[in-house]
């Protein structure tokens, strides 16, 4: 069976993993525990704990769906903000807070909460330590927390990232890269989800030295961060990080709906171009799909990848 890590947070992380999970794999999902805005952000200060929101999200991505599917829409039930006490929260992430008391840190709450899902593969944080993410613009200013980090002012660029205090990577997160066939990079807010993975203490050793092939899933749309990003900045921010090439670049080459471009561009997120010129110099292999699909949420339109097509992709990297 093929050991398969992915790195990374947010919804794109999630889009992957629930394609991925329907192939026979030995999966393991790596998540990065900075964040600090909404009932995470509370939990970790009322608490002290890890940042738990986009542990619970692989969790539930990974999870029995045929079986257990109320309990997974429990894990992502958030109450009313009409509840003084309770507003704003996830159930999932204050039984993860629950069973990181019960059970001494963030790790051995995940792996607890694998059981009760029924999960297809286990989710681990990239480290045990917590820390705070900073970064610092173009223009000096200095950003404090991953939501300042991921939500800048508008057209600011990130210039440099670092974590305060240090944090080193979890050791079974190292053996299961040490392990792994293919390790993932998944799409997903670059500064704010996906490098912080790279910027933790002996992450890039590992990355450096383990013999998986990387693969990196470029994201659909920017943010502020990085509001003007091609398909070869966000790999070529992954170089700059982590030290290492990757060996395949997967692309979007959908084209979104008009309805969707505009709604994006009011928020300062545009799509991503694949500059395959310039990709193609980057990486082994670049590999482009349409790998777009919009979806209804509420009264907007959004995008996320297709979690199938992109599973694909991936297992015939494997089986190549």
């Known amino acids: 069976m093929k050991k398969v890590v992915t790195l990374g947070g947010g919804t794109g992380h999630y889009s992957i993993l629930r394609g991925l999970k329907n192939y026979d794999l030995d999966l393991t999902a790596v998540v990065s525990v900075v964040d600090n805005g909404g009932s995470t952000g509370e939990l970790r200060t009322d608490f002290g704990i890890l ?38 929260h996830n159930v999932g992430n204050l039984i993860l807070a629950a069973l990181t008391d019960l059970c001494g840190d963030m790790a051995a709450a995940s792996k607890v ?22 970064a610092r613009t173009r223009g000096g200013k200095v ?40 390790v993932l990079i998944c799409p997903g807010d670059l500064y704010g989800s996906v490098l912080p993975n790279m910027i933790t203490r002996g992450m890039c050793e590992v990355l450096r030295s383990c013999r998986a092939r990387i693969a990196y899933v470029c994201n659909l749309v920017t943010k502020q961060g990085s509001y003007d990003f091609s398909a070869s900045d966000f790999v070529r921010e992954f170089i700059r990080y982590s030290g290492r090439r990757p060996d395949f670049v997967l692309y979007n080459t959908q084209k979104p709906s008009r309805e969707v471009v505009d709604k994006y561009r009011k928020e300062a997120s545009y799509f991503v171009a694949p500059d395959l010129w310039v990709l193609r110099s980057l990486c082994g292999r670049a590999i482009g799909a349409k790998l777009l699909q919009e979806h209804d949420s509420g009264d907007k339109r959004i995008v996320r990848h297709n979690s199938d097509l992109t599973a694909r992709l991936i297992i015939d990297i494997l089986r190549g």
């Open 51 to 88: 940042a738990p929101g986009d542990i619970r999200n692989c969790l539930v991505a990974l999870s029995d769906e045929t079986e257990i599917r109320d309990l997974a829409r429990l894990f992502e039930y958030r109450f009313s903000k009409k509840s003084r006490r309770l507003g704003n």
């Open 143 to 182: 950003l404090k927390g991953q939501l300042a980090v991921s939500y800048p002012e508008k057209r600011e660029r990130i210039d440099e990232l670092w974590l305060k205090p240090a944090a080193d990577i979890y050791a079974g997160t190292a053996d299961a890269l040490r392990e792994a066939d293919l």
């Open 113 to 134: 909460a694998s059981k009760i899902l029924r999960t297809r593969g286990r989710v681990l944080p990239v480290s045990l330590d917590a820390s705070t993410l900073y």
